[in-house]
């Protein structure tokens, strides 16, 4: 009875049964735990609820008109944007190169150099004074009488050049329809001669253009001259004495004859500078544009007319062509 009431003590003061004994209670536990473990084992084998449907091989997918059209519009869409003409010329382009290629990598090197080498002797043979026209008529015999000299060879494999029967078809089929290639191979290249002639198709009783003058029409009386300077004394200096026109320029001169005082130079004669890039003079001064030089001279005298002389252009490097001056001798 003692033995009873210590193992009910033993167990929180309550009464246990015969069934809940140490080895049953592990025996459950056990049992329990593999239970969770199968449970948890066939979450994750089992395929997710959320997962895609993938149909099977054999499965016909049905899709809506929507669908189709779509579909046939991409496809219409990207067959139009497909440059079609440009991937048929790279086509031919690569075709072309690769027979290109082949071709030239048909001819051996050591070939290659025997040709150059005996060309180049020909060309030494001609000089170094000799035209371009000369140095290609030099080339274009040493093919023909390559040819020649195989064709004439061809019953004994061998010509000039020392070739075999195999290197002597392969050459001659280079000179025949390859020598273009050939000369490239051989880095060959021998400029065309440009021949420039000017042709004057402007009849001979036409009248030269007018040349425009920039600002109001000159006066009859100011008797202007393109491309003219005249000689005379100053009686107003260009370097300080700016015009907006010839024009005006004219009429400058004009005035200071009408009231210079007695004993001064009176003006008859000016010499202006149109261009928006100066004027040239052999002086030491830079003469820019609308200079208006005001001069007197009892016989008026030409320093430039139209075009400065080849000897003059000679001595003095700076001068233009053309004389940029523009004068006039007023009437009296």
Not at 78 to 98: D, G, I, N, T
Request: charged share 30%; proline share 6%; net charge neutral.
């Amino acid at each position: 009875m003692a033995r009873g009431i210590a193992r009910a003590v033993s167990f929180g003061g309550r009464a246990t049964t015969g069934w809940c004994s140490y080895r049953r209670v592990t025996v459950a536990v056990c049992l329990g735990n593999l239970v969770a473990a199968l449970l948890v084992l066939r979450s994750l084998t089992a395929p997710a609820s959320f997962a895609p449907t993938v149909p099977n091989r054999g499965e016909v997918v049905q899709y809506t008109e929507e669908q189709i059209r779509r579909v046939e519009e991409s496809i219409r869409i990207r067959r139009e944007l497909e440059p079609v003409e440009l991937v048929r010329a790279v086509k031919k382009l690569r075709k072309k190169f690769a027979q290109e290629l082949k071709r030239r990598e048909e001819l051996p090197q050591v070939l290659k150099q025997k040709v150059s080498y005996d060309i180049v002797r020909r060309l030494h043979d001609l000089g170094d004074n000799s035209s371009l026209a000369q140095q290609r008529e030099v080339v274009e015999s040493w093919r023909v009488e390559k040819l020649k000299d195989i064709k004439v060879a061809s019953t004994r494999n061998q010509s000039n050049l020392d070739l075999s029967s195999e290197e002597t078809r392969m050459l001659k089929r280079a000179l025949e329809f390859n020598w273009h290639m050939l000369m490239e191979d051989i880095s060959l290249w021998i400029p065309d001669e440009v021949t420039h002639t000017v042709h004057d198709d402007k009849p001979e009783n036409e009248p030269e253009e007018e040349e425009i003058v920039a600002g109001p029409p000159l006066s009859p009386q100011c008797n202007a001259e393109l491309h003219t300077d005249y000689d005379g004394a100053a009686v107003r200096w260009g370097l300080t004495h700016h015009k907006e026109s010839a024009a005006d320029c004219c009429q400058a001169c004009l005035d200071q004859a009408q009231n210079a005082k007695p004993g001064e130079l009176k003006c008859n004669l000016w010499v202006y500078c149109p261009s928006e890039f100066g004027c040239f003079s052999p002086d030491k001064y830079e003469h820019k544009h609308q200079e208006c030089w005001l001069k007197q001279a009892d016989h008026p005298k030409l320093n430039f007319k139209d075009k400065y002389s080849e000897p003059y252009r000679d001595a003095h490097p700076t001068a233009p062509v053309v004389v940029p001056w523009m004068s006039g001798v007023i009437s009296a």
